[in-house]
């Protein structure tokens, strides 16, 4: 049974790339069938897994191609990187998506319809959201199964989070009720660091009772920053060094993970 899983957060720069290339990495070499959604018009997932600014066939192709009712074939877009996992890629021309959606009717629905015509296939699929709480955004809240929250445990880390659990909460209330929260996921980390420290323990006292935080931080390292001119994962690189195994445990933490339904409400 497929299980789609956006990563999202609309604070940019908290590594939602960089954990959606390791993570989606981490489960094909779990033997798991897994397919990456660039739905962010930088297209920094598909430039991360080595694919070209100009790629012709994109997210935004088979979206437009739903609301226009143009038959294409669900695999149109898909593209097969060498590490096993595949991906429906993204550029800046997908940018004015976010604009047309709105005109939509059943606008929420686009990337979920897309979706299920391809769940058949993959045992996850992972999106990896744009820094905001558009269209595109909202279309993969819809679609997702549940939602991990890539967090760096920095002073104004929990700004903005607020904001988006109220959007899932609104989301699980109006289109969505099978959605729930993966888990909080501490990026570039530095445990050492007493800063650190502290933001992570604020985290947890003032969400850790409702949400699930993954036992695995992700370190600051600089072997996992230089993957991603390479257009590979951690594992290529370097599948012993210390950001591989933590990603390696959150594949597994995330393959473990038991469905529960939690209510987003009671951490509002």
Known sequence: MCR????????????????????????????KRVLLVDADPQGHLTLGLGFPKNVERTLKTMLEAIIMDCPLSPETAILKHQEGVDLIPSNKLMAGLDITLFSVENRENILSNYLDSLKERYDYVLIDCMPSLGMLTVNALHAADSVIIPVQP??????????????????????????DIEGILYTMDTPRFNNSKRNKEAIRKTYGSHIPIFKESI????????????????????????GAVCYDSIAREVISHEKIQR???DIL
């Open 154 to 179: 920095q002073y104004y880390a929990a700004d903005g989070l607020s904001e988006l659990l109220k959007a899932i909460y609104v989301i699980r209330q109006r289109t969505n009720p099978k959605m």
């Open 263 to 265: 209510n987003t409400a």
């Open 4 to 31: 789609i899983i956006a990563i999202a957060n609309q604070k940019g720069g908290v590594g939602k790339t960089t954990t959606t290339i390791n993570l989606g990495v981490g489960l094909v070499r779990l033997g």
């Open 219 to 242: 370190p600051r390292a600089e072997a996992i920053a230089e993957t991603a001119s390479e257009g590979v994962s951690i594992f290529f690189c370097n599948e012993r060094c210390k």
